[in-house]
T-cell receptor, first 113, second 112 residues
């Protein structure tokens, strides 16, 4: 059973460009969570999604950030007009329909030049 | 003040030592407590998961929760160099997990 998959693993963008991060949950998991880890800081919750629904986006910055989890395909975290402060590791986690805990992917490391 | 406090370390111990890792928290509503291990430039890996107060043991790992003190611990017996990693505590309010609140992590170094 494959784990949570994220791609790309590394992403370099220049200021003002868009970043798209993709997450495929574990098989049978219908809940997806995104977290951001800044250098020397813990993981911070961003958003929780189920298929076609955003359940909790209380950790998402109000501007430039959006997330979706369509009926088909991976979950996407989109960052528009990236700035240097967006440089971080972005982790996706998934949990099954009756959530017990969250299983994390390997992360996407975003570098903004 | 952060919701979850964790000493960043590094904590250096010799192989075979007993390791104690700890977190304190401020929100008494937290009910579910987890410990994750994160190797450098990898994703967090779930080690232990406990509900409310008490102890839970799994191999060389023991997790303790003291809700009255808002204090959780992870003990590692017979530590190995392969245990060298960052250990993250995490907690959440209720079942049907949603937002996990993490500590900043403690870096552990086990020397041969």
């Amino acid at each position: 059973n494959a784990g949570v998959m994220q791609n790309p693993r590394h992403l370099v963008r220049r200021r003002g460009q868009e970043a798209r991060l993709r997450c495929s949950p574990m098989k049978g998991h219908s809940h997806v969570y995104w977290y951001r880890q800044l250098p020397e800081e813990g993981l911070k919750f961003m958003v929780y999604l189920q298929k076609e629904n955003i359940i909790d986006e209380s950790g998402m910055p109000k501007e430039r950030f959006s997330a979706e989890f369509p009926k088909e395909g991976p979950s996407i975290l989109r960052i528009q007009q990236v700035v240097r402060g967006d440089s971080a590791a972005y982790f996706c986690a998934s949990s099954p329909p009756r959530p017990d805990t969250q299983y994390f992917g390997p992360g996407t490391r975003l570098t903004v030049l | 003040q952060k919701e979850v406090e964790q000493d960043p370390g590094p904590l250096s111990v010799p192989e075979g030592a007993i390791v104690s890792l700890n977190c304190t928290y401020s929100n008494s509503a937290f009910q579910y407590f987890m410990w994750y291990r994160q190797y450098s430039r990898k994703g967090p890996e779930l080690l232990m998961y406990t509900y409310s107060s008490g102890n839970k043991e799994d191999g060389r790992f023991t997790a303790q929760v003291d809700k009255s003190s808002k204090y959780i611990s992870l003990f590692i017996r017979d530590s190995q160099p392969s245990d060298s990693a960052t250990y993250l505590c995490a907690m959440t309010l209720n079942t049907g997990f949603q937002k996990l609140v993490f500590g900043t992590g403690t870096r552990l170094l086990v020397s041969p």
